[in-house]
């Protein structure tokens, strides 16, 4: 059988102890309290029973402990798969959208996330869902709230006109 692997005397017991009390992390705060156990002589075993683990386990936090301090007793987060668009070609994408299509070359009169989807693709070479692209205009600051249409030659007085008139009618009693 080997030997214990030994705690580096960074903090005392009971300064571990009183940092699983203010910890938030629950992993974390049983890591110490098992550590604490270790420093206090109790055996491996009793220590790993006291954080809910194996010795083999404590022993494994008992080397992240000693190269990080408490902070290693933190579960890492994943850093999750990376993006498929760059930083760069998001802020390229951002004034497309902004500019609109161009119904000649484009042919659409205004943008939905299949004709960005292949606007995307054939400029960047990278395959988006349309989901994919909805979530990416939301992260660039975009709303899916879209203009009502307005006829090009209608007049802003007979708009004016019309809500005049049509108040009085359809006002609630």
């Known amino acids: 059988m080997g030997t214990a692997i ?16 203010a910890s938030q992390d629950t992993d974390q705060a049983r890591r110490l309290l098992a550590l604490a156990a270790v420093l206090d002589g109790q ?18 936090w008992v080397h992240a402990y000693n190269a ?16 498929r ?12 959208v902004v500019a609109g299509p161009d119904p000649v070359k484009d042919g659409v009169v205004r943008w939905r996330c299949v004709d960005l ?3 995307i693709k054939e400029r960047f070479g990278v395959d988006l869902g ?5 979530r990416l205009l939301k992260e660039l600051g975009f709303s899916y709230v879209s203009a009502r249409p307005q006829h090009p030659e209608q007049s802003p007085q007979v708009i004016e006109d019309f809500k005049k008139n049509s108040q009085r009618q359809w006002r609630k009693r």
């Open 117 to 119: 989807k292949r606007v």
């Open 130 to 134: 349309e989901i994919s692209v909805g």
């Open 85 to 96: 668009l760059t930083k760069a070609q998001k802020e390229k994408l951002r004034p497309i």
């Open 68 to 83: 990080k301090g408490p902070n290693g007793l933190i579960n890492a987060t994943s850093p999750g798969r990376p993006p």
């Open 43 to 60: 055996s491996r075993g009793a220590a790993a029973r006291i954080g809910g683990m194996d010795r083999q386990t404590l022993r494994d």
């Open 6 to 21: 030994p705690v580096k005397r960074r903090l005392g017991a009971a300064d571990l102890r009183e940092r699983a009390c």
